[in-house]
């Protein structure tokens, strides 16, 4: 699937995806920072992609964790410094959140500073209702 959108093409191509930006920001990001190469890697070879590009320069990201029939985690969530306030990141939750694949499946996600921006896609705080396990290398 690719969608076009003022100058920005939005695909779940992986062989799109520029695979060094998407570690770079990871890298940088407050949820993945300490998250190991390899894993980041492996994270987007048993998931879905969307990348958000302006020309060849990938600008956005999101990854998708499905059983396909009930739910769906939306994670790792990126658009570039650069790009912020163009309303990238809301074209690239709505196109995720209408799908045909995603609509009518419950999505979860987390999130430490963007709640304003997924409530806009139905998205509810559910604070009470979910736990984690933080994996033996971040403990």
């Not at 190469?37 to 998931?47: A, C, F, G, Q, V």
């Amino acid at each position: 699937m690719e969608i076009a959108w003022q100058q920005f093409i939005i695909s779940d191509q992986k062989e799109r995806l520029d695979l060094e930006t998407i570690k770079g920001f990871l890298a940088r990001s407050y949820w993945a920072n300490k998250r190991p190469e390899e894993r980041t890697l492996r994270s987007i070879d048993n998931s879905i992609c969307y990348g958000v590009y302006d020309g060849l320069q990938q600008v956005g990201y999101a990854r998708i964790v499905t059983d396909h029939a009930t739910m769906y985690y939306l994670c790792d969530v990126f658009i570039d410094e650069a790009y912020r306030g163009m309303g990238i990141g809301k074209k690239l939750i709505e196109t995720i959140t209408t799908s045909l694949e995603f609509k009518d499946l419950m999505g979860i996600l987390g999130t430490k500073d963007a709640h304003e921006l997924y409530t806009q896609y139905d998205f509810e705080p559910d604070t009470e209702r979910f736990m984690r396990r933080r994996p033996d290398y971040l403990r």
